[in-house]
């Protein structure tokens, strides 16, 4: 670990040997173990870690609604454990669920947090107008909080966290489940108050191109400090090891596959138009010896990223172990399909709510064994497109056939080829995880010994067996995703439906289960998915960019780039073409 540097000037926060420890099931968790850092005055400092890190207890700590088992931490100067109240006097909070009042204004969800916090009335008017003009949501202060974007959502939970100036700033997991151009605008107020108010940020996130943004990074693992410092210091530590693999024609999961079996390799994602690839050892790699079907791929070296280092002490390929799932297909008739092989038509789909058009006019189509991209900002209508594909809303215009079935005449019959995972965990968070997968099983119709297999290939394919008699709600996010996963396949579906499968899930869970979707395709699972996650949406092989329910694009994710290549861009991301496209669908005054 990096020791505390002293600077001169005191921290905003000093953590000092603080260990914390739960009883859990009568069982010993260990969630934090000597952990020492510090907060600077001034500036963003990114708390990293995956899931289970103890991320989210250590901010609790800081703010005093926990105590620390072991150890001492000074916020603004104050012994949290000696005083809490004052420090939560002092500091802004927002936790990962933060408590809007949806039945509330938004103008009312301020006054709620103004008197909690204890502010004058005669200082509110102006803190207010500070902050709606900060949040951009001053022409929506009587709307319903409940019926904000979600990226308006987070922008008021920051704007009732700093309803009382502060001096310092606390935020986990701020951007879970927030699209690219929301994701932007919170970055831009979170450096706006920094640069203009002096304040001191604290912030947790699962994002790894975000720790990049902090000026500072503390980089915990099972309640450890594994590292801390700048993000360049950390990716600095890679120069040489990070490279581009290509080769002809369109291989990169099976190049990412072959890759990732080598000795000596840290990471391997699809990115662009070829592999990422990460090696233990510096130098360019001879890819034949390697793996000698990796003959004619070629590999060019490439600036490493703070991710790099990130998973390079994570030890990821190693923890996230082989995840390439099997699945026992169930062929139905009619023939899964057209003979052109298309598994999924959508024709001029339209969903009305009154006079509200969530979804309007949309058509697409899908091939058997594709993973197919559906991107959007928050409240696009890719959600309730997704309920319509499951037969869980009944359109009000339009046509759907899913496996070769009608939706309108055979809702049940396509169901029974579809796997569906939910945006939120939408298991049974009281029941264990195997009570689970028998109440999914009976749903799905599995009985005798097809149900007693299934489970037990759930349980073994998801290395789910240690934790079968725990309750689902107290699984780490990343093992709540193998369980909702494992049950949307336990019937062997031709098609899968995820919904923003990966939100808040840690970049080991995510690279774990993007194998398994890999793997999933290559056996003709057709793959349907949304995901705020740009990175991912590379994985896709086809995708169409909605906004407010119509269609602004489809393609593949090259020429979704093409389109916005420059003189001043020349490489555009993902990211670069799904912001482009909303502005140009969009007026500078509007709101995302």
Known sequence: ?????????????????????????????????????????????????????????????????????????????????????????????????????????????????????????????????????????????????????????????????????????????????????????????????????????????????????????????????????????????????????????????????????????????????????????????????????LAGAEAQEVEPRFEDEFLELMGSKQQAGPAETELELERRSPANGQADGTVIQVEKLSKRFGDFYAVNQVSFQVARGEIFGLLGANGAGKSTTFRMLCGLLVPSEGKLKVAGWNLRRAPAKARASIGYMAQRFSLYTQLSVKDNLNFFASAYGLTGGRRRKSIGWALEEFELNDLADASSGDLPLGYKQRLAMAAALMHGPEILFLDEPTSGVDPLARREFWRRINALAEQGVTVLITTHHLEEAEYCDHMVVMDRGEILARGTPKEMKERFVSKENPDPSLEDAFIGLLEAHRTPKEAV
């Not at 000074?74 to 939560?88: A, F, I």
């Not at 009587?142 to 008021?156: E, I, N, T």
């Not at 920051?158 to 927030?178: F, H």
Request: hydrophobic fraction near 40%.
């Open 1 to 293: 670990m990096a020791g505390i540097e002293d600077t001169g000037s005191p921290p905003a926060c000093l953590i000092q040997g603080v260990s914390r420890s739960f009883d859990m099931a009568g069982r010993k968790i260990q969630a934090l173990q000597n952990v020492s850092a510090r907060v600077a005055r001034g500036a963003v400092t990114g708390l990293v870690g995956p899931d289970a890190a103890g991320k989210t207890t250590l901010m609790r700590i800081c703010v005093g609604l926990l105590l620390p088992g072991a150890g001492s931490i000074q916020v603004l100067g104050v012994d949290v454990s000696q005083d809490p109240q004052r420090v939560q006097a002092m500091v802004g909070y927002m936790p990962q669920r933060f408590g809007l009042y949806e039945d509330l204004t938004v103008r009312e969800n301020l006054d709620l947090y103004a008197d909690l916090r204890d502010l004058a009335p005669e200082e509110r008017p102006r803190r207010y107008e500070e902050l709606l003009s900060l949040t951009n949501l001053e022409p929506f202060q009587k709307r319903l909080a409940g019926a904000l974007s979600g990226g308006m959502k987070q922008k008021l939970g920051l704007a009732c966290a700093l309803v009382k100036p502060t001096q310092m700033l606390i935020l986990d997991e701020p951007t879970v489940g927030v699209d690219p151009v929301s994701r932007r605008e919170l970055w831009s107020i979170v450096y706006r108050l920094v640069a203009d108010e002096g304040l001191s940020v604290l912030l947790s996130t699962s994002y790894l191109d975000e720790a990049e943004r902090c000026q500072q990074v503390v980089l915990l693992h099972q309640g450890e400090v594994l590292g801390e410092g700048a993000p360049a210091e950390f990716s600095g530590r890679m120069k040489g090891h990070s490279f581009l693999v290509t080769s002809s024609g369109d291989r990169r999961r099976q190049v990412q596959k072959l890759l990732y079996r080598a000795p000596g390799v840290v990471d391997v994602v699809i990115q662009g138009e070829g592999v990422r690839l990460v090696m233990e050892k510096p130098g360019l790699p001879d890819l034949r010896e390697l793996n000698p079907e």
